[in-house]
């Protein structure tokens, strides 16, 4: 039986959290044996709020960088910048007019954001979730491997191309959302009702991928906590002490209860040093090789060009096959 096929990607905003390693990358690593993965930068969506563009550029590559970095192999995975496979944006359009204003509307990312950004309220914003359709199909992708809030953008996916399948006969596969476990629901750490966020304001709330030893412990010493000081997942009560369980979890393999069995005679203080230790050691491979990888940009080079190759033959086949069946000259 041949692979299963992957798509996932991450927008090239800002540094990157313990949050989208644990979540996301880390696991993604993990699918490359057993899938035909393909992991994106998604450059084109950041554009739908204001960026500096030099800023953008580089985030861009160090989100390259850091996926590498993370362990995904560019042997086993097709890894690749969006912007530079045209038939995402071109894609997009089409199936733009395949898609309804009203369920446009009704997306929760789209009601936030413009409540975020009231100021720039433009339609790229709007038609996000277009993009991400276009993103996912042109591979024909079985899974998309994504964070909870993502998952409603994936069933306007399957909505939109059961559509168009329904009109012109078979022309996508229909994606299914893949929800990792604990890694997904990494929360901040000031604020632990609430997903640990690239671009939240609060100080100390998100470990960055890049943060030093001494910023990470640091920060978790600070994180919010209940008064009970006994070390007990209860996500309700204690969402502070139950995060950090989940990040420890997520990193040391140890389930709940072996968790709370061996700090059972410690208080919080001990458990955030030894979350913060675990979190450190299991970054210090990553940061490593980010600072390598950084020091070698013809190699990042080469690698995006080469995955931009690939990716073009793929998505290719499935936009030829969308533009004879709309009845455009191909
Ligand atoms: N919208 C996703 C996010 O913000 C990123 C993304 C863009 C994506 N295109 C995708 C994720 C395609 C999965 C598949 O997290």
């Known amino acids: 039986m041949s692979k299963k096929t992957i798509l996932s990607g991450i927008q090239a905003t800002g540094n990157l959290t313990l949050g989208n390693y644990l979540g996301a990358i880390n696991n993604w690593k993990k699918m490359q044996e057993e899938y035909e993965c393909n992991y994106m930068i998604a450059d084109l969506h950041t554009l739908t709020i204001r960026n500096d563009p030099e800023k953008l550029r580089n985030n861009t590559l160090d989100l390259l960088a850091l996926y590498i970095a993370a362990g995904i192999d560019p042997e086993k995975s097709n890894i690749f910048i969006q912007s530079q496979v045209a038939a995402h944006a071109e894609l997009a359009w089409i199936l733009n007019c395949y898609t309804y204003m009203g369920e446009l509307s009704r997306m929760t990312q789209f009601k936030d954001k413009s409540t975020k950004h009231a100021d720039n309220i433009n339609s790229g914003l709007f038609t996000y979730p277009v993009l991400m359709a276009a993103d996912i199909l042109l591979y024909q992708a079985d899974l998309v491997p994504v964070g ?183």
């Open 148 to 330: 909870e809030d993502q998952k409603q953008h994936v069933e306007l996916t399957r909505n939109i191309a059961e559509r168009f399948n329904k009109i012109y006969g078979d022309t996508f596969k229909i994606p299914e959302p893949y929800i990792h476990g604990v890694g997904a629901r990494v929360m901040g750490l000031q604020d632990p009702t609430s997903k640990m966020s690239k671009s939240s304001t609060i100080p100390n709330d998100s470990i960055f991928l890049n943060d030093e030893p001494d910023v990470i412990l640091k920060k978790f010493k600070k994180a919010v906590t209940d008064s009970e000081n006994i070390v007990r997942y209860d996500k309700e009560k204690k969402p502070g002490i139950s995060n950090l369980i989940s990040i420890y979890s997520a990193i040391t393999g140890e389930s709940k209860e072996e968790i709370e069995n061996k700090f059972e005679s410690k208080g919080y203080g001990d458990f955030k040093v030894a979350v913060a230790e675990c979190v450190i050691e299991e970054l210090k491979p990553l940061q490593n090789k980010y600072n390598e990888l950084k020091n070698n940009p013809d190699y990042l080079e080469k690698l995006y060009i080469n995955g931009a190759e690939r990716a073009k033959k793929i998505a290719k086949s499935t936009l030829k096959d969308v533009y004879e069946k709309v009845g455009l000259v191909w």
